[in-house]
């Protein structure tokens, strides 16, 4: 387990080294002056220069990519270019609502994906599977924001129940969370129900009903536990997905987290919060997936010899 361990940390240190580089390099290769940008158009080109002098653009790229690095690996994420904060404490802020979006949303993607799955999966061929498998098409397929867009127009604008701005009261969890997570329920349903059907055709649930076994006992327990590691898998990989694509959902939703402080930050060229952000969310990432490597090595030991 050791072994597995050391491994699985090693390759996160790749991960975050590959995704701080292509964060610094993508994002310098955008078009325009940063330094003009936050100057003003009242600037002139001596005060465009000293801008850029102070932020340390001036410098070669390399140089800056150095510098760059070396501040990542002393926990600094340098201040922000218009507001002169530590980008780490405005993420800091932001990055409670982006996780507690996720929770719920992940939340709401269990409770239904799972269930859904399993149904699909016992009721194999018949017209509750084929439903099933339909809206989870269905799910997959509906991007995001357009379904933020009819769950407003239903429940916020015909039927005034439910808030759709900021994040007030529990009531606002509520859009979002059913934006995110019923797209991730339709990929766990999905993958639960071929998960389900490889192992309801296993000897061992044969003999289980031969030998007069409960049904309810055969299903929830003996297939559904040996079913659960690719879908272990796909919960921990979905969560991920979570946090990093929540830019077009907090933007909707007025939601106050990381996602839409990224939004924010391209209008206004603050390239030190853009790839903090980038950062922060490629860590938490590679960090669940992480962990999700650890749980299914435990529930499958099989997994730590690979």
Known sequence: MLKFAIKKILFTCVVLLGAATCAFFLLHAIPGDTAEALAGPQATAEDVENLRR??????????QYIGYIADLLHGDLGYSYR????????????????????????????????????????????LGDTIA??????????????????????????????????????????????????????????????????????????????????????????????????????????????????VVTETVFSWP???RMIVDALDTRDLQIIQGGILVLAFTFTVINLITDFIYALIDPRIRNR
Not at 97 to 126: D, E, N, W
Not at 138 to 156: N, Q
Not at 226 to 246: C, D, E, M, R, S
């Open 54 to 63: 102070s932020m340390g653009l001036d410098k070669p790229l390399g140089e």
């Open 83 to 126: 507001s002169n904060q530590p980008v780490m404490t405005l993420i800091g802020a932001a990055l409670p609502a982006t996780l507690q979006l996720s929770v719920c949303s992940m939340a709401v993607a269990v409770i239904i994906g799972v269930p859904v799955g399993i149904f699909a999966a016992i009721h194999r061929g018949k």
């Open 133 to 246: 498998m339909i809206l989870a098409f269905i799910g997959v397929s509906m991007p995001s924001f357009w379904l933020a867009l009819l769950l407003i127009i239903e429940f916020s604008v015909r039927h005034p129940w439910l808030p759709f701005y900021g994040r007030e009261s529990l009531a606002s969890f509520v859009l979002p969370s059913l934006t995110l997570g019923l797209g991730v329920a339709a990929n766990i349903a999905r993958l639960t129900r071929t998960s389900m059907l490889e192992v309801l055709g296993q000897d061992y649930i044969r003999t289980a009903k031969g030998k007069g076994v409960r049904y309810q006992k055969v299903i929830w327990v003996h297939a559904l536990r040996n079913a659960a590691v690719p879908v272990v898998t796909i919960i921990g990989l979905q969560f991920g997905v979570l946090l990093g694509g929540q």
């Open 257 to 259: 987290g990381v996602g």
